[in-house]
């Protein structure tokens, strides 16, 4: 199956595009009902000759429910069935994450807004001494209603990185804080028409107290190799989030044992790669001073997704559905496969991942090029679009890597052409619960698989000399 440009030449030369257009209009990609839509689904194949196809794929959201900007995902109908079965499989649940990274990342850009002026009595500390703030308990509660909305009579289970104990306690030892998280999940789900899921928007007058707990305390299932589960890392690299810096919202799905579909959320992590190097503040800065290249968008973070077995990932940037809907674009890896061109990605913190180690891998591939060391899953994100081609990650001994921390920039990657196993080679395993347990010494994410042979044969190399 291929894709016609609906509204340009394309369109208007393939009859089989056209016709369907009359017979059946779904937005297959963020426009609205009125015009504005980039693509439509052409029954020909490409081996059947339809003269004008562009070689672009499906969007993965385009056999789901009709994406115009407030309309309620889960109240209208489902799209007619134009799309191959395995192609719809998890389109619902896609689109519907989708959407709540988007909201969950709008929320944190708030949360994240008021900490940098207000200081860091906002950030509270774990038990294990990892921060949290009210953008993590909040992020969870909002997916946990939004999810449980969307999805009414199922069992809606969710593997998750707060707890409601850890909120009650710091609120119990440092003062009031279960209000700030109540008030950021009510300003969030009032946004729920924007992102088209009205049907998933709170009752009048907001959730309470009691809810807000719920909802948080709900995510408190451990997944496992039967079943569905959501996998949710509401604020990932939450050290880079209060800094200021780079940070995501992590949300996937397993099945089965198996990530079937990952949504990350990058909100200072700019669509265009040339805005990487500058401070997300600076762009703050730009915008208020030149309004209309905030319009561009450029300032802007963005939202990745991939569907198992699609052989594509795809890339918006943070806003309402309609207009970032409209804007996104399919992302691959990079096609370095020479050593001394290539970039690698590790933990700005070299307490999660050797520095050290890395380093002498490094040399003894040939990689040539500084590392680039971002805070959280973005490192997946910039694997899968192409800025990097390389991600280590060799934690201390004993560390238990949690699924959160990458089921969804995982499959990311490998939809956008990458390669990702653990250092002895093998697939990660989702299957066994909250932990990545069976992991052999460390993650090697790569763009492909020559330069992940190298890797994997360099660590074997060095390991017994390592002192990890
Ligand atoms: N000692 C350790 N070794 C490896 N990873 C660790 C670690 N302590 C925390 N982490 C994980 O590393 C994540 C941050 O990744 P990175 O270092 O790549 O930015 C943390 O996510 P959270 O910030 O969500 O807790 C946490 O899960
Ligand atoms: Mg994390």
Known sequence: MHLCSLGGAAELNCPAAAARARRTWWPGHGGSRGGGSRFLCCSRSLSEGCPSAPRLHPHPLGGAAPSGGGASLVSLPRAPSYTEPAVAEYSKELDVAVRVVQMACSLCQGVQEALLGRGADQVKAKEDDSPVTVADWSVQAAVSWLLAESFPGERVSIVAEEDVRSLLEEEEQTGPLLDSVVSAVNGCLREAAAYGLTAAAPPEGGLGRREVLEAIGRCNS????????????????????????????????????????????????????????????????????????????????????????????????LGPHRAAAAAARPVRVSTVDDPAAATFCEPVEKANSSHAFAAGLARSVGLRNRPLRVYSMVKYAAIARGDAEIFMKFGRSGYREKIWDHAAGVLIVQEAGGVVTDAGGRPLDFSRGIFLDGLDRGIVACSGASLHAKIIAAVDASWDSSEL
């Not at 079943?227 to 397993?254: C, E, K, M, N, S």
């Not at 790669?273 to 730009?286: C, G, V």
């Open 222 to 317: 451990v997944g496992g190799p039967e079943g569905r589960h959501w996998v949710l890392d509401p604020v990932d690299g939450t050290l880079g989030f209060v800094r200021g810096d780079q940070y995501a919202v992590a949300l996937a799905l397993i099945d089965g044992g198996e990530v079937v579909l990952g949504v990350l959320g990058c909100p200072n992590y700019p669509m265009r790669r040339e805005w990487l190097d500058y401070h997300h503040r600076y762009y703050r800065a730009a915008a208020r001073v030149a309004p209309a290249a905030a319009a561009g968008g450029w300032h802007r973070g963005c939202v990745m997704y991939a569907r198992r077995g699609a052989g594509e990932a795809w890339m918006q940037p």
